[in-house]
């Protein structure tokens, strides 16, 4: 009987993930390299943005 639950429950986490990627897929569209920002920008000058570490205090 225990099997029979895990078994269950993997096969519905599973189902569950693949539904939400195709979700996902179906209702994005597809990222744009040319304009994507760069993933190490040490020393470039470029600010960080859109994350908690962009949000300095001000004086």
Excluded: E
Aim: aromatic content about 4%.
């Amino acid at each position: 009987m225990m099997r029979a639950t895990r078994r269950l429950s993997a096969a519905a986490l599973v189902m569950f993930v693949l539904a939400v990627l195709a979700v996902d897929m179906a209702t994005s569209a597809p990222p744009d390299p040319f304009q994507a920002p760069p993933v190490l920008a040490l020393g470039s000058g470029q600010a960080s943005g859109g994350a908690h570490c962009s949000a300095l205090p001000g004086d």
